[in-house]
């Protein structure tokens, strides 16, 4: 029996592409191998890669100056693979700083060049929220602007996309996907797989064709973007498995309706919760409203002792990895694409049935 | 159907593992979810990363004074990571080019240090061969002596391990776990997994431990060998599904009668091929004979002309994957560990009847 999966990552994926790949995995239609099988550069394979790309293409509406690249490493490695490519003869970035994701991404990049970091973390009424675009002071020189979307484990999430003059380059790691985005905007997007996506060990990058070609001299040969683009993400054997898996997740997605109507469940899924925890004295989320992720949903039992008896119950009701992590504690419920809105009704359902008989 | 899938890699896994994964790929052990779908900090996934290391260790009979990492990016991400953890103040290292892959990794080199080349390529009676240690002009003062065992696109493999000075830094990609090897005889271990251990996307890289704490400050911090040892390869999300898939291959292993039944095996396969070619007109295997490569068989036909009709018949006899890499052309057929003695025969066959109908 499938559980309901809240886990922050590596995630739930849909149950119809895990059938699907269970289904393959001997023997990839009717070729007599797996498709983990064969050479990254075969016909059937490149076949593969090439309509998870399009896929992907048709659900986010990237423009056709934009290449989209199937990298290993993690966002941790593009925490160092953007500013190795981007920051270019003036070596300056502004880094939009509002929570441990953010921090990571700036820590490295302060390896590398003159980062200006932008404090935009702030409380309103005693809950977390980020800092009108107005007071930030971004530099005038810079070669980039660097921010993440969705900040995974504060659950903070930005209301729009910034204005700026430079790139804006987004960590949309664990919120790619889960609403419609305008690529225009950006000079470069970059995600994890492990959450809206596939399994861990594949990260998409989607990057502005005239961003690609100005890498350091110190940059380690495969991280160079132009590179990759110019070779279809094959400069050497992509993580071939992950990257077909994601295919078929983005083959889910357009069977779903496309972003727009998976964000409509999103939205639905986080009203559910968000209003359950606000309409009860047991929960709290520690997010103000504008800022509150429609991912990562972290909150607290009005009573900490009970966290324990909370997650073994959850766990025993098959409500999977809901403990908060392990840098801040509480709980977290992620919410992300391939979890349904029934999981969210039913972990509203314990929750309120904890809360009647602890509270 | 299962063909016999010669390719180089991308490669054949274990029936037996795939069965196991396919069985496992909705509800891991029970628990309701994928292991794909778990977090890499879970005791669950926990344990099973553990046990794939220790089966490792156990495989290859690591000492305690090394560590293994199981990190992402393939052994060409290792072409930058290893000069920029190994190549110390001296910034000095030997690289012993044999092939494509061995210069791969010495022009990555090349950009982070003091690179001496050492040409160890050489034609005995018309065939390729790799020189004697002896004629080597090894420097006194190298931080290391990089060299790949087995040349994967030329099929040429050193018939012993080099005897030097200084830490002997090696890339298996193609031949670990084919053959028993003395681990103490390196300082660094390296290889893609996409051969003989699971998928693309994970690489393995043991390191004896003194040899770890050495970074250039310019090298991106996942890279960095001490930081992935302290913290068991998670410094970021590792490639989860494929550390998972790779102890499940391990496992297998060890049910086999562990390396040395494996190596048994694979002389016997290798015997059977290489024979069967030499006992031929019709085919040519380019290599001289104490440098063949026990996993990668290239070899030629009489006539040119037929290599198309080659291929397609043998696919049609469900003999795949068998052209040679697309830089040299001719013919390949990789036979690692998963590639079971009657699928070398059922080639051999098939190559004899095709001799007879077109010698």
């Known amino acids: 029996m499938r559980a309901y999966n809240f886990c922050a990552g590596p995630a739930a994926l849909p149950t119809a592409v895990l059938e699907k790949a269970q289904q393959e995995m001997l023997d990839w239609q009717g070729k007599g191998l797996s498709i983990m099988e064969m050479s990254h550069r075969s016909n059937d394979y490149v076949a593969v890669a090439e309509k998870a790309e399009a896929d992907l293409r048709k659900l986010m509406n990237i423009p056709e100056n934009y290449k989209v690249l199937f990298l290993q490493g993690g966002a941790s490695l593009q925490f160092s693979a953007i500013p190795l490519n981007l920051l270019g003869k003036n070596n300056k970035a502004d880094y939009i700083h509002t929570g441990i ?11 590398y060049g003159d980062i200006n970091i932008v404090e935009a973390g702030t409380m309103i009424d005693g809950k977390h929220a980020i ?121 889910w997605l357009l069977e779903q309706g496309g972003v727009d109507a998976i964000y ?44 324990k008896t909370f997650l073994k119950e959850a766990e025993q009701n098959h409500l999977l990895n809901l403990a908060g992590h392990r840098s801040v504690g509480g709980m977290r419920a992620s919410i992300y ?23």
């Open 101 to 111: 994701w953010s921090e990571k991404a700036l820590k490295e990049a302060k390896r």
């Open 131 to 251: 800092t009108e675009q107005s007071t930030w002071n971004l530099s005038n020189d810079a070669a980039y602007v660097h921010y993440a979307d969705n900040e995974t484990i504060g659950g903070l999430q930005f209301a729009s996309v910034p204005d700026v003059a430079a790139p804006l380059v987004c960590d949309y790691s664990s919120s790619i996907l889960s609403a419609p985005v305008d690529v225009n905007k950006f000079g470069l997007i970059y995600a994890g797989a492990q959450k809206n996506i596939g399994p861990a060990g594949l990260t998409i990058v989607i990057i502005r064709e005239d961003l690609l070609d100005q890498a350091k001299p110190e940059i380690p040969s495969i991280l160079k973007y132009a590179d990759q683009a110019k070779n279809g993400s094959m400069v050497n054997t992509p993580a071939t498995y992950a990257w077909y898996l994601s295919g078929l997740v983005f083959e």
């Open 264 to 307: 409509k469940m999103n939205q639905a899924k986080a009203k559910l919760l968000y209003g359950y925890i606000d309409s009860s004295d047991f929960y709290n989320n520690p997010i103000a409203v504008p800022n509150r992720s429609m991912m990562n949903v972290p909150f607290t039992l009005a009573d900490e002792a009970l966290e």
């Open 337 to 359: 694409n391939a979890v349904p809105l029934e999981g969210v009704q039913a972990l509203v359902n314990f929750m309120d049935e904890f809360a009647k008989r602890h509270g």
